[in-house]
């Protein structure tokens, strides 16, 4: 019987180190995968904080340019009153001018100036109508490209601004 005793502690004290073994490992296992945890955890918030900085600075870019599409939008306002109003100057001048010879040059330059000026209103108003289209939908475009395609069409609208104070100052004898 005192052999038997013996086996059975044997067998007890080896079950045991196994199961401290085996608990020691799942600890070191469980640490081991906090600790990755952790850092992965650390890393997305990082992660994030970077990605809120850049939506916010997204959003500052959106907002200078919906501010400058506001801008673009009542320029292109003035520039079409002026347009009508140049267009009824012409209209009047050329009632009263139809009769003398000379008229038929100055219309005929006054004619082809505004449909310059027209054809460049058109490509303004065409260009903020597609850029409206971008920015109602902003999140489905990259942002600098929609500040690209903007940038080119305040250029365009300023051609057209500029083109059409020309007209309106040569219609005015300046």
Known sequence: MGERRRIV?????????????????AYVYSNNSAREWQLRAEQVSADLADMSAQRRQVQGQLDASQAALAETKTSLDEVTAEYNEAAKRIRDLADEKAQAADTVGVLGSAVERSRNVAVQLDQCVAGLQELQDYLIDIERYDVSVVLGIAGDINQGCDEAQAASDAFVSWLEGG
């Open 9 to 25: 502690w044997i067998v007890t004290t080896c079950l045991l180190v196994l199961a401290l073994g085996a608990s020691s490992a």
